[in-house]
């Protein structure tokens, strides 16, 4: 199975910050990774697919890049609502799908 | 637009099973998996299994094999995930998700239902 470790697993930003969080995989992944966002008490909600993709919806200040086993995802400029958790999962190798360990982003 | 809306909560003895209900609405529910992800307190999202609708296939995680079992009732557009032999690690929040039917990022989840595995 590939592994997805995420880094940093928390940090602490202020509205306005740029934001980066960055997700490995065990092997190379071809740019099959998608990235959520998860509120409390709520589902997560995909953000990103194929890596740098944006869904349908989603504010343009959220950009996803990266290549083989490197990915990261950006937030340009942190709102109040961006305040949450993010997951990235490897879709490559399936199954099983697979999920890094999360990043949750706090205020400073 | 999508629809995955889960059976409500249940509170469970270790040792019993516990089936889980997802009606899905607004697509055509033959044509695209669903999985069944699970997420414990302070742990990682974790996949369990999926099943192909149209076809009935299913493919469950190393992990869970033996003890889950997920079936679908195409007439009532539900799928079921059964987990047997609960324990209290098997206390989390468990998501019924759609994935493309090629590339299984998610792109639609249900809003989860919480399983409580206490004595």
Sequence with gaps: ?108 | QVQLVQSGAEVKKPGASVKVSCKASGYTFNTYPLHWVRQAPGQRLEWMGWIHPGFGSTKYSQKFQGRVLITRDTSATIVYMELSGLRSEDTAIYFCVRSGSLLYYIDSWGQGTLVTVSS
């Design chain 1, 1 to 108: 199975d590939i592994q997805m470790t995420q880094s940093p697993s928390s940090l602490s930003a202020s509205v306005g910050d740029r934001v980066t969080i960055t997700c490995r995989a065990s092997q190379g992944i071809n740019n099959a990774l998608a990235w959520y966002q998860q509120q409390p008490g709520k589902a997560p909600k995909l953000l990103v697919f194929a890596a740098s993709r944006l869904e349908s919806g989603v504010p343009s200040r959220f950009s996803g890049s990266g290549s083989e086993t490197d990915y990261t995802l950006t937030i340009s400029s942190l709102q109040p609502e961006d305040f949450a958790t993010y997951y990235c999962q490897q879709y490559y190798n399936t199954p099983p799908l697979t999920f890094g360990g999360g990043t949750k982003v706090e205020v400073k």
